[in-house]
T-cell receptor, first 110, second 117 residues
Framework: LAKTTQPISMDSYEGQEVNITCSHNNIATNDYITWYQQFPSQGPRFIIQGYKTKVTNEVASLFIPADRKSSTLSLPRVSLSDTAVYYCLVGGDSSYKLIFGSGTRLLVRP | GAGVSQSPSNKVTEKGKDVELRCDPISGHTALYWYRQRLGQGLEFLIYFQGNSAPDKSGLPSDRFSAERTGESVSTLTIQRTQQEDSAVYLC???????????????FGPGTRLTVL
């Protein structure tokens, strides 16, 4: 799986939009980009997945530029409950083995 | 329906003892995975099951670690002669099939926190 690089931590305030960028310079043609969220004392939870351009669901948006060497997870109007660790993963059809980096610790303040 | 469940939620043991960790996947999920997460770190892949066979055991840290799965149901991760470095949260996940990250979302359980004294 392609190695990913993301900020170690980010701070935000309630109601703001948060953008977390992940670099994956060695992404392969058949690789997808997946984001997971992990709250303390819980297992990771799937948030969103994309291949190119933009993907949006009820939780977040994922922006992927044309070269696919990076991606940005966008969380609109965060609340205190969005405080968690966010992991960016890259992998393809044969990559059942999820490889997590250290993730980005997001702290949302009142 | 119910999600992935794991038991016990917490386990404290003494160095040298054996422990068994249990995972109940989502009903109907054929693929099951074990991961380990040390404090403040990301997850490490341990082993993957497709049905009751384990085609990939590459992540098991040593021969003290073993796992089995009964049919397409419960899995048990066993650690023999536990060491302090085995202390971590052990997470189990399941997916409908094992088509890969692009097609099969892995659903995680809450984990078992293992502390070896």
């Amino acid at each position: 799986l392609a190695k990913t690089t993301q900020p170690i931590s980010m701070d935000s305030y309630e109601g703001q939009e948060v953008n977390i960028t992940c670099s994956h310079n060695n992404i392969a043609t058949n690789d997808y980009i997946t984001w997971y969220q992990q709250f303390p004392s819980q297992g990771p939870r799937f948030i969103i997945q994309g291949y190119k351009t933009k993907v949006t669901n009820e939780v977040a948006s994922l922006f992927i530029p044309a070269d696919r060497k990076s991606s940005t997870l966008s969380l609109p109007r965060v609340s205190l409950s969005d405080t968690a660790v966010y992991y960016c993963l890259v992998g393809g059809d044969s990559s059942y083995k999820l490889i997590f980096g250290s993730g980005t610790r997001l702290l949302v303040r009142p | 329906g119910a999600g992935v469940s794991q038991s016990p939620s917490n386990k404290v043991t003494e160095k040298g003892k054996d422990v068994e960790l249990r995972c109940d996947p989502i009903s109907g999920h054929t693929a099951l995975y074990w991961y380990r997460q040390r404090l403040g770190q990301g997850l490490e892949f341990l082993i993957y099951f497709q049905g009751n066979s384990a085609p990939d055991k590459s992540g098991l840290p040593s021969d003290r670690f073993s796992a089995e799965r009964t049919g397409e149901s419960v899995s048990t991760l066993t650690i023999q002669r536990t060491q302090q470095e085995d202390s971590a949260v052990y997470l189990c996940a399941s997916s409908l099939t094992s088509g890969g990250v692009s097609t099969d979302t892995q659903y995680f359980g809450p984990g078992t926190r293992l502390t070896v004294l």
